[in-house]
């Protein structure tokens, strides 16, 4: 006999960047660290263009989350053997939930 599958959910909401409609005291990620971020501090640092953050959210609801924050690599902080002839812009994911 051919084993259940079992029926995974389908997210039908959206990826969009976090704005005061969102609930974020309904979020729980089950980490104080994350959620604190969330709620505390991610619209804080958009407003001084520190880092953006977006939400899988499905109206008010959200689900998940991610906040990018630009930064660079000057070519004289990197090993030579890499053989960089320019400043290089970078992106990182320093908080994710």
């Known amino acids: 006999m051919a084993p259940k599958l079992a029926l995974i959910p389908v997210f039908s909401g959206s990826i969009e960047p976090l704005a005061p409609a969102?609930?974020?005291?309904?979020?729980?990620?089950?980490?104080?660290?994350?959620?604190?971020y969330l709620r505390r501090f991610a619209r804080q640092h958009a407003g001084a263009n520190v880092s953006r953050t977006y939400v899988a959210a499905d109206g008010a609801e959200i689900f998940g989350f991610y906040s990018l924050a630009m930064s660079g690599i000057r070519k004289d902080s990197v090993?030579?053997?890499w053989?960089?002839?320019?400043?290089?812009a970078c992106a990182f994911l320093p908080r994710s939930g």
């Open 22 to 36: 969102h609930d974020r005291r309904a979020f729980s990620y089950g980490v104080d660290t994350l959620n604190d």
């Open 79 to 81: 090993n030579y053997s």
């Open 83 to 88: 053989q960089i002839l320019c400043n290089v």
